[in-house]
């Protein structure tokens, strides 16, 4: 059922995956029992604009009934959204399209590597800068503040913005995980768990030294008080895996996980008029035929098929041979075989 009784949208959905900006989440529920992160009184949003280019990538995501079942089961238990499924499936576009429905702001994009470590996330703090203040301050040459702003130096990453406190939830998307160490998923369970963490740099102030305005991942500044970050509303949280490797159980049962599978031929059509307009639906068939073909084999991206679509609107197919080898090379990269 929906708000109005139709069956269309139920009525326990937030979000609703047509890429139309509303205002629902302003009726999200209170956290489950299990999940009291909201603390004290809702805190005062700073609206975030959202970037054209975020906009454009959330407002053309095609999601599925069950895909956005999903989500909104996420929002609702505030838990992490795994998602799994082959490059190009729209796992990271995900994110955006729920940002930009919900008016959460930019998403923000935490790239993992094997190298990430959970305070990369987290925060980062220069102290190499902050003593060459110093010593410029003590010889005289630097007048632009003091050694005690530590905010300065301080710069949140994309988890640690996600987690400062808000009456809406920010968007985070921690992409490819399972290219991280193997430590990284189980040293993310307290974060996610608690929903704070401390900032080490901030703790050994004086006491009455310990509001500090710090740097976020998005440009801006936020009032840290008594060396806590501590999130009001529980980011929504998207994590995609290619499916490298398998997460350790006990990071894997806080997740609600979800396998994107590769588009049908609705979904696709879907996809392409989003991106491309209703018109090329019909030149498109051959290729979308052939795209669907190949996929069979895992070997293609949407991505791929639109850039395909667009080189032949614009006249790249006109010598069938040629265009061939084009469309080769348009679609090499992903290809399984020789």
Not at 233 to 252: G, K, L, Y
Request: charge should be negative.
């Amino acid at each position: 059922m929906t708000e109005t009784g139709t069956p269309q949208t139920p009525a326990w959905w937030v979000y609703r995956g047509d890429g139309i900006p509303h205002n629902a989440i302003e009726r999200l529920p209170d956290p489950p029992t299990w999940r009291p992160l909201q603390r004290g009184m809702p805190p005062q949003d700073t609206p975030v604009a959202l970037p054209p280019a975020d906009a454009g990538r959330g407002r053309v995501f095609q999601a599925d009934r069950e895909l956005v079942d999903v989500v909104n089961a996420a929002l609702l238990l505030r838990r992490p959204l795994l998602l799994t499924g082959r490059p190009g499936t729209g796992k990271s576009t995900l994110a955006h399209a729920v940002a930009y429905e919900l008016g959460l702001g930019p998403v923000l994009h935490w790239p993992v590597t094997s190298r990430t470590t959970l305070k990369d996330g987290l925060y980062a703090y220069d102290a190499i800068g902050r003593l060459h203040e110093a010593n410029l301050q003590r010889a005289g040459l630097e007048t632009s503040g003091g050694t005690g702003d530590i905010g300065r130096f301080l710069r949140l990453g994309p988890l640690g913005t996600a987690l400062l406190p808000r009456r809406r939830p920010r968007v985070l998307l921690i992409d490819e995980l399972d290219k991280s160490d193997i430590d990284l998923p189980n040293d993310l369970l307290t974060v996610f768990e608690e929903g704070r963490f401390p900032i080490q740099e901030l703790l050994r102030l004086p006491p009455d030294q310990r509001s500090v305005q710090v740097q976020t991942a998005d440009g801006g500044q936020e009032l840290v008080t008594d060396g806590q970050v501590t999130c009001w509303s529980f980011p929504f949280v998207v994590i995609t895996s290619n499916e490298e490797r398998e997460f350790p159980a006990a990071f894997a049962r806080r997740c609600l996980r979800y396998d994107i599978e590769p588009p049908g031929p609705e979904r696709l059509a879907a996809i392409v008029a989003a991106h491309l307009g209703a018109e090329a639906l019909e030149e498109a068939r051959p290729l979308m035929e052939e795209f669907l073909s190949e996929q069979n084999g895992g070997s293609v991206a949407v991505d791929q098929l639109l850039a395909a679509i667009q080189l032949a609107r614009a006249g790249a197919d006109e010598d069938p041979e040629q265009w061939q080898d084009l469309l080769r090379t348009v679609w090499r990269h992903l290809e399984t075989g020789p």
